[in-house]
């Protein structure tokens, strides 16, 4: 049996930039999602992380369709989802449901829940058994822990969690394979933040669910993920098992990423080695030339500037990651350096390469 | 003797014609030089708290109780004009959302300059020079080119970083940040968090950090006040609360917080029901309908505030058993 349910090849998503009144010209692209590839195996959990402008959530939506690829391959279950037309494409949607982050928002005010939940059945024919569709509904919210008489209340009458679960009660109902998930717990408080993160475990062992989960917060995607892909100005520049990626971070951002997340244990604090990034994420609308994280890379090296790294696989882990100098790296021959913070707009010419010598390991020498 | 002395401070707003207090009774001090945490969920008050004592909270419509003590004099009891010289000079404040804390229309400088015009009557060109440099002892690159540019020019470090400018411009004795990092990204929130700690230790400016994120408390404040509806339910030194916090409510907060250096899996420690829960009785313990270890005497009387015998504070009738070290 193929357990592989989704797969991404090469998944652009560019978005135009307009100008002028008349005339709609396109002045150039921001490169919101620029060529990511990865696979996700049915039933488990895929964390997608990365910092905002990333393009994380672009690539859950455009994974969706609810913004179209500019090109790429999606392929669900076998088929290919975009060669899939008007109807077709609306049909198959049921099958993959998404989960938003402000539940305040992503729900309309004037609907109760159950007109809420009922306008998913119908779109796609499921309304006409009466009693079956109440059962449904009751079914539904009894999976995300919300009461029956739930159905005849209106979204401002819940908690910030209880609309989070409504939310998540929407993407169930049509009983979906894959639910995209993004930010689902980062608009609540932490004491329900667990909530949620629970019950969405909860559904994925009972329903055989399979996520992928978009999030800023990686102790949150650690504690839930399979696999993690760490995504940096439109790319993927890391993918792993969630204990490998934290045990061995290979790409030079994820290793910052992950050394800038607090903890909260004073003793892990005091100690922790941090890799402080200079400035801040270049414009996915004029990306550097080469390596992407060069600008901020306190490793990086000529070469960087020249040659866009490929996400290659690392070794037998699996884990892939797309940096040139990941061995030297982890070894330790290369010595970080000194990186000024650069302001990066957009039509200048972005920062120039900068080199950092290449320690060559010495065995001649004895240890002073 | 404490820089900053916070007694009894209560706020009670006119909401929809009945009162409600923000915050019912909140004492704590900040020590010359000390970073003093204020933690808890969205609701207990905290901000209001930060409000009350800068004293930007408007008249209408609330009542403020309490002293707020600073250098022995009561800031609640100032007339406006004295507590604006205070404000911006003595007391700095940074808040969540740099955007719309600054001025949208008037170049970064001089929103800088602004402040040592007011306090330390300096005259534009001057104040523009230590605009300058101030901008640059916050980490903002190319700070001459920066002075003119305006807020919407800059990404959101960059903007938070300004707006620390603005509050360290006069060297104040003590800073207020509310939710600092919480707009920004993790590497970004490291950028600024690393910042605040180098500027609190260079400078001995006392430092008041009002957060939602027990991470961000457990590596910058030395004492941690932590607030559920309105009151402080437990004060401890850092070390003491993340080792062995004593209130419920604290307790099953870090237990419920995903860290990122424990495996992956299993279910988090969940506190049932939310802040909205309140208390259908009077007197009591407002975190009583969501706590495990609820008895009788939580439900009947008001908890005090008791010291604990490590110089912290905790409001319980039954607290978490001290774990007895193996």
Redesign the interface.
């Given at each position: 049996m193929n357990d592989t349910l989704v797969e991404l090849d090469d998944l652009k998503v560019h978005f135009p930039i307009k100008s002028g009144l008349l005339f709609d010209r396109t002045i150039g692209w921001v490169y919101a999602v620029d060529g990511v590839s990865l696979t996700i195996r049915r039933g488990e959990t895929y964390g997608l992380v990365g910092?905002?402008g990333c393009g994380k959530s672009t690539l859950g939506r455009g994974l969706l369709r609810l913004v179209e690829p500019t090109s790429g391959r999606i392929t669900f279950d076998g088929t290919d989802v975009r060669a899939l037309e008007g109807e077709q494409m609306r049909r198959f949607r049921r099958r993959m449901q998404m989960v938003f982050q402000d539940p305040m928002s992503s729900l309309d005010p004037r609907q109760s829940v159950e007109s809420l939940l009922v306008e998913g059945l119908k779109a796609h024919g499921l309304h006409k058994d009466k009693a079956a569709m109440r059962t449904r509904l009751r079914s539904t919210l009894d999976a995300v822990g919300l009461p029956a008489s739930a159905l005849n209340r209106y979204p401002h009458e819940f908690?910030?969690?209880?609309r989070q679960r409504i939310g998540i009660a929407r993407a169930l109902v049509l009983g979906p394979e894959l639910i995209v998930a993004d930010e689902p717990v980062s608009a609540l408080?932490?004491?329900?933040?667990?909530?949620v993160?629970?019950l969405l475990?909860d559904l994925q062992d009972s329903l055989g669910l399979t996520y992928l989960v978009i999030a800023?917060d990686?102790?949150?995607v650690?504690?839930?993920?399979?696999t993690i892909g760490v995504m940096y100005l439109g790319a993927l520049v890391e993918e792993a098992q969630?204990?490998q990626l934290?045990e061995r971070p290979l790409h030079p951002y994820t290793r910052?990423?992950?050394?800038?997340?607090?903890?909260?244990?004073?003793?892990?604090?005091?100690q922790r080695e941090?890799i402080?990034?200079a400035?801040?994420?270049p414009s996915p609308a004029n990306p550097p030339t080469g390596c992407r994280f060069r600008t901020r890379c306190p490793w990086s090296q000529e070469r960087c500037a020249e040659q866009r790294p490929e996400l290659r696989v690392f070794d037998d882990s699996g884990q892939r990651v797309a940096c040139h100098f990941a061995e030297e790296i982890l070894r330790g021959e290369l010595r970080p350096h000194e990186v000024?913070?650069?302001?990066v707009r957009p039509g200048s010419e972005a920062a120039p390469g900068v080199g950092a010598e290449l320690i060559q390991t010495r065995t001649d020498v004895p240890a002073p | 003797m404490p820089l900053l002395d916070v007694r009894d401070l209560s706020v009670v707003f006119q909401q929809g014609g009945k009162p409600f207090t923000a915050v019912d009774g909140v004492s704590f001090t900040v020590e010359p030089g000390q970073a003093v945490g204020l933690v808890g969920e969205s609701g207990c008050g905290k901000s209001v708290t930060s409000l009350a004592i800068m004293g930007l909270l408007p008249r209408r419509g609330n009542k403020v109780t309490g002293e707020v003590l600073f250098d022995d004099t009561d800031l609640l009891r100032l007339r406006p004009q004295d507590l604006r010289d205070r404000r911006g000079r003595d007391i700095g404040m940074i808040f969540q959302d740099p955007l719309s804390s600054l001025n949208p229309v008037i170049p970064l400088g001089l929103q800088v300059a602004e402040v040592l015009e007011r306090h330390q009557g300096k005259k534009r060109q001057e104040a523009l020079r230590e605009a300058r440099k101030l901008l640059d002892a916050v980490g903002i690159p190319d700070p001459t080119r920066r002075l003119k540019e305006f807020p919407h020019q800059l990404s959101g470090g960059m903007r938070q970083r300004a707006l620390i400018a603005i509050a360290l411009a006069c060297k104040p004795r003590l800073l207020i940040a509310d939710e600092p990092t919480t707009a920004l990204d993790v590497t970004i929130q490291a950028q600024i968090l690393t910042l605040l700690k180098e500027l609190v230790d260079e400078s001995g400016t006392a430092l008041i950090m009002i957060t939602h994120d027990l991470g961000v408390v457990a590596g910058l404040c030395d004492t941690v006040n932590v607030l559920y509806a309105g009151k402080v339910v437990e004060r401890a030194a850092r070390h003491e609360l993340f080792a062995a916090a004593r209130h419920p409510y604290t307790h099953g907060l870090l237990q419920s917080v995903p860290r990122l250096d424990a495996g992956r899996g299993g279910r988090l420690h969940q506190i049932r029901g939310s802040v909205n829960d309140n208390i259908p009785w009077p007197d009591g313990c407002a975190f009583a309908p969501r706590c495990d270890r609820v008895i009788d005497a939580c439900i009947g009387e008001t908890v005090p505030l008791e010291p604990t015998f490590r110089g912290g504070a905790l409001r319980c009738t039954n607290p978490v058993p001290q774990e007895v070290p193996a």
């Open positions: 910092e905002s908690s910030g969690g209880q408080d932490v004491s329900i933040q667990a909530q993160v629970n475990g800023h990686l102790a949150v650690r504690h839930i993920s399979d969630a204990d934290y910052a990423l992950l050394s800038a997340v607090p903890i909260p244990d004073p003793y892990v604090e005091d941090r402080l990034l400035g801040d994420l000024r913070a650069e302001i | -």
